[in-house]
């Protein structure tokens, strides 16, 4: 496996991925797959990174005082059983089933990312009125839709599991749609995904299936990608990363399949 391309490509996930507030873990995931990692070892070599990417990412917004602490506390309730599971049945899945499994949640994910929704989603059961009061000064008002967003927080941290991924590709549409405003969504869900990756992660190490030598030499430059990616954000527009992400994906995912 060339190191050096390794490293490149590390530094434009860890950027990417706070941006979008991600995790980085749905590009690294394939990304290593495609240059020869063994999958399981691919998936634990990931989920460290996105631990990485995650919390510098999320320490920065916190700094920035853009992260729903309520809100990210209590989709973590349900994201972190979820990521735990899914870490559990990636385990025991064959690595070429989960190959197969990954290329078609990539697609499915480029799908989202491309669909550009506009609706906003409302319920009047388990909606909570939120305001964020960034350290700029800028106040964000919306209302939390838990109806919806828990489920897709339980989905989400499964995902993560399953596939070595963070989550944030499912979360961050999601806290759009329910009307969150797209700063506050990028930085909740870092943390979230955080959270998620550090569940996921643990379960790996316990059943050894992580080997450190892989993540050693990608790990700074994932962080100093993340950092550089949550320091930028606010004058990068996420519209236009989120389409190049999609395309991405939609290769990622091909070459997955057709392997």
């Known amino acids: 496996m060339e190191i050096a391309l390794l490293i490149l490509i590390s530094l434009a996930i860890g950027f990417f991925a706070a941006i979008l507030g991600i995790g980085g873990g749905v590009i690294l995931t394939p990304a290593l797959i495609l240059l020869g990692m063994e999958t399981h070892i691919a998936i634990s070599v990931s989920l460290g990174g996105v631990v990485l990417t995650s919390l510098v ?12 602490l309520k809100l990210a506390l209590i989709m973590i309730a ?22 197969k499994m990954m290329g078609l949640f990539l697609l499915a994910m480029a799908g989202l990312m491309l669909a550009n929704m506009e609706m906003k989603v409302v319920d009047r ?23 919806f967003l828990l489920p897709v927080g339980m989905a989400a941290g499964f995902a993560a599991g399953l596939f070595g991924i963070g989550g944030g590709v499912m979360i961050v549409p ?6 969150i405003p797209a700063q506050v969504a990028v930085a909740t869900s870092s943390l979230m995904v955080n959270a998620s990756a550090d569940a996921s992660f643990l379960t790996y190490l316990a059943k050894g299936e992580f080997d450190l030598s892989y993540l050693l030499p990608i790990a ?7 950092y550089a990616g949550a320091r930028l954000s606010r004058k990068v527009k996420p519209a236009h990363t989120k389409a190049l992400l999609a395309c991405l994906l939609v290769i990622l995912a091909a070459m997955l399949l057709l392997r």
Do not use: N
């Open 174 to 179: 999601s806290l759009l749609l329910s009307g």
């Open 57 to 68: 990412s999320s320490l920065e917004y916190l700094r920035q005082r853009l992260v729903d």
């Open 125 to 147: 059961v388990l909606s909570i009125e939120r305001q964020v009061k960034a350290k700029d000064g800028t106040k964000f008002s919306y209302h939390a839709h838990l109806l």
């Open 220 to 226: 700074p430059a994932l962080m100093i990608g993340a």
């Open 78 to 99: 349900v994201s972190a059983p979820g990521a735990l599971a899914g870490a559990y049945l990636s385990i025991e899945t064959p690595g070429t089933v989960l190959e």
